[in-house]
C-alpha cells in the first residue's frame, strides 16, 4: 500500500514539474510575441527615438482603438437586428407548434428556437442563391431583365422616372435615403473591419465611395454593387452586399363588412352644364343602378346655369328609366339621396369640398373629392370602402388620365364610344401621379385635420396642401393606381388671375394632357412624314409605268 501510494505521489510531483515547464513556455511564448520587431517591420508605426515619439505611438494606438470600437458597434448592431429576426421567426414556428400541439392534446417541452434560427439563416441563403449575384440568369426576353440603378453620395439616376421624378435626383423618400446611407456605411464598416484589414491600412471613409449601383429582385431582395477609392491610382475596392428579403409572415387576418358604408360624392361646380350632365349619366349607371350606397353633394358657385344644373339633378331623381337590371338596388327608381349647396363668389374647389364636407350631418360618412371630369367605376368605389379607415387611413388613389382623342384617333370622325377609350395603354394615357384632388377620407379626419386652406383661391393647390397634412399626421396615406378612375380629356384653359405658381401647374398640367411623347413627335414631324409618303407614292406610281 505504501509503495503504490510513494508511487502515486512521485507520479503527480512529475505531472506539477510538467505543467510548471509547459507554463514556462507559455510565458517565453507570449513574451517573445509581444516583443516589439524590428525597425524594417515597423514601417506602419512612428519609432519611439523619432520625430514624433510617444505623441505618435498614442495617435496611432488612438485611432486604432477607433476603428476597434466601431467595428464593435457596428457588430452589436448586427447581433440586435438578428436577434429581432430570429425572435421573431422562433415566436412564428412556436405558434405553429402549439397549434400542433393543441390539436393533438400533446405538449411536448422540445425548444424550437435552434431550429428556427438554422431555418431563418437557410432561408436567408437562399435567397442569395437564388437571385443573381454569383452567376446570370437565362431569361426568356431583353425585357425581362431587372435594370440596376446607380447612385452617388448626392444623387440617384433611376430608369423608372414616372412623371414626378426625374432622371437624377436627390433621394427624396427617407426610406429610399435610409437604405443607401446604410449600405455605405456597411461597405465602410466591412472595409475597415479589423479582421479583415491589415494593421497598416489606412481607414476608409465616405469620401473614398465612387459610386454604386443596385437593382431589387421583388420575390428575392436588393443587390448592391459598390466601389471605393484604392490605395493606389487605377485601383479600387468592390464590395458586393445583398439584402435578403425575409418570408413572408401573416401580420392579421381580418373580415370587413361594407354593405352599410355609405359614400358621400362631393363635387365642386360652376357652369359647365354639359359636363355635370355626362357625368351624371355615368353617376346614374355606377352609383344608383349598380351600388346603390352613395349619396351625391353639389356645391355649386354663383347663379348663372343653376337652375339648369337643379334640373339635372330633379331628372335624376325621377330616374325614368328605361330598364331595370334585376340586381339593382332597391330605391333606385327614386333616388333622393344628392343635396345641393350654392354659394356665392369666385369659384373655389376648396371651399366648395370644405363646405360640402362640413354640410353633412349624419354620423361619420366616407368622403370621395371629385370633379366632373372624372368617370369611376362601382368597382373603384368598392377599393374607396375598403383603403380607409376612420382614425387610421386615407385613400389616395392615382387616377388615369386620357389623352385627347382628337389625337390619338388621327382627328377622323371614327372616335370610338367613351367606355373603348377608357382603356389603360401608354398611347391613351397616363397615370396622372402629380394629382391629389381625387381622394377618399372619413368625414371625422378630414375636420380633424383641419380641412381646406380657404384662402387659397381659383385652379390648383389646395389638394396638395391637404395631402401635405395628411402625411404629417400619424395616419397611414394609401397611394396607388387604381384601374376604375379616369380623368377625361377636356380643353384647359389657364386663366390670368392665376398666381404665377398656380399658372405654371395649370400649364405643366395642360402639356401632359395633350397626347404621349411619340404622338406629339408625329404632330411636330407631320410635314416630313407627308413628304415622304408623296415620294413613295411617286417611286410607286412610276415602277407601274
Not at 283 to 307: A, P, S, W
Amino acid at each position: 500500500m505504501r509503495m503504490v501510494r510513494r508511487g502515486l505521489l512521485g507520479w503527480i510531483s512529475r505531472v506539477v514539474i510538467l505543467l510548471v515547464l509547459l507554463c514556462c513556455a507559455i510565458s517565453v511564448l507570449y513574451m517573445l510575441a509581444c516583443t516589439p520587431k524590428g525597425d524594417q517591420e515597423q514601417l506602419g508605426l512612428p519609432r519611439a527615438n523619432g520625430p514624433t515619439g510617444k505623441d505618435g505611438y498614442q495617435a496611432v494606438l488612438q485611432e486604432r482603438e477607433e476603428q476597434h470600437r466601431n467595428y464593435v458597434n457596428s457588430l452589436k448592431r448586427q447581433i440586435a437586428q438578428l436577434k429581432d429576426e430570429l425572435q421573431a421567426r422562433s415566436e412564428q414556428l412556436r405558434s405553429g407548434q402549439d397549434q400542433a400541439s393543441d390539436a393533438t392534446g400533446l405538449r411536448s417541452g422540445w425548444d424550437p428556437a435552434p431550429k428556427a434560427q438554422a431555418d431563418l439563416l437557410a432561408f436567408l441563403r437562399g435567397q442569395v442563391d437564388k437571385a443573381e449575384v454569383h452567376a446570370g440568369v437565362k431569361l426568356a426576353t431583353e425585357y425581362a431583365a431587372v435594370p440596376f440603378d446607380s447612385f452617388t453620395l448626392q444623387k440617384v439616376y433611376q430608369l423608372e422616372t414616372g412623371l414626378t421624378r426625374h432622371p437624377e435626383e436627390k433621394p427624396v423618400r427617407k426610406d429610399k435615403r435610409d437604405e443607401l446611407v446604410e449600405a455605405v456605411e456597411s461597405a465602410l464598416e466591412s472595409l475597415n473591419s479589423p479582421v479583415e484589414s491589415s494593421p497598416h491600412q489606412r481607414p476608409y471613409t465616405a469620401a473614398d465611395f465612387v459610386e454604386g449601383i443596385y437593382r431589387t429582385e421583388r420575390d428575392k431582395g436588393t443587390l448592391y454593387e459598390l466601389t471605393f477609392k484604392g490605395d493606389h491610382t487605377h485601383e479600387f475596392q468592390r464590395l458586393v452586399l445583398f439584402r435578403p428579403f425575409g418570408p413572408i409572415m401573416k401580420v392579421k387576418k381580418e373580415k370587413l363588412n361594407m354593405a352599410n358604408t355609405l359614400i358621400n360624392v362631393i363635387v365642386p361646380l360652376a357652369r359647365r352644364v354639359d359636363k355635370f350632365r355626362h357625368f351624371m349619366q355615368n353617376f346614374r349607371e355606377m352609383c344608383i343602378q349598380q351600388d346603390g350606397r352613395v349619396h351625391l353633394t353639389v356645391v355649386y358657385f354663383g347663379k348663372e346655369e343653376m337652375n339648369e344644373v337643379k334640373g339635372i339633378l330633379e331628372n335624376t331623381s325621377k330616374s325614368q328609366f328605361d330598364y331595370l337590371l334585376p340586381s339593382t338596388p332597391p330605391g333606385a327608381a327614386n333616388f333622393r339621396n344628392f343635396t345641393f349647396i350654392q354659394l356665392n363668389g369666385e369659384f373655389s374647389r376648396g371651399k366648395g369640398l370644405d363646405v360640402g364636407a362640413r354640410f353633412w350631418k349624419g354620423s361619420n360618412v366616407l368622403l370621395f373629392f371629385c370633379d366632373v371630369d372624372i368617370y369611376f367605376t362601382s368597382e373603384f368605389l368598392n377599393t374607396c370602402r375598403l383603403n380607409t379607415q376612420p382614425g387610421k387611413k386615407v385613400f389616395y388613389p392615382v387616377l388615369f388620365s386620357q389623352y385627347n382623342p382628337g389625337v390619338i384617333y388621327g382627328h377622323h370622325d371614327a372616335v370610338p364610344p367613351l367606355e373603348q377609350q377608357l382603356v389603360i395603354k401608354k398611347e391613351t394615357g397616363f397615370w396622372r401621379d402629380f394629382g391629389f384632388g381625387m381622394t377618399c377620407q372619413y368625414r371625422s379626419d378630414f375636420i380633424n385635420i383641419g380641412g381646406f386652406d380657404l384662402d387659397i383661391k381659383g385652379w390648383g393647390g389646395e389638394d396638395v396642401h391637404l395631402y401635405r397634412k395628411y402625411l404629417h399626421s400619424n395616419l397611414i396615406v394609401v397611394r396607388t393606381p387604381v384601374r376604375g378612375l379616369f380623368h377625361l380629356w377636356h380643353e384647359k384653359r389657364c386663366m390670368d388671375e392665376l398666381t404665377p405658381e398656380q399658372y405654371k401647374m395649370c400649364m405643366q398640367s395642360k402639356a401632359m394632357n395633350e397626347a404621349s411623347h411619340g404622338q406629339l413627335g408625329m404632330l411636330v414631324f407631320r410635314h416630313e412624314i407627308e413628304a415622304h409618303l408623296r415620294k413613295q407614292k411617286h417611286k410607286a406610281g412610276s415602277k407601274k409605268t
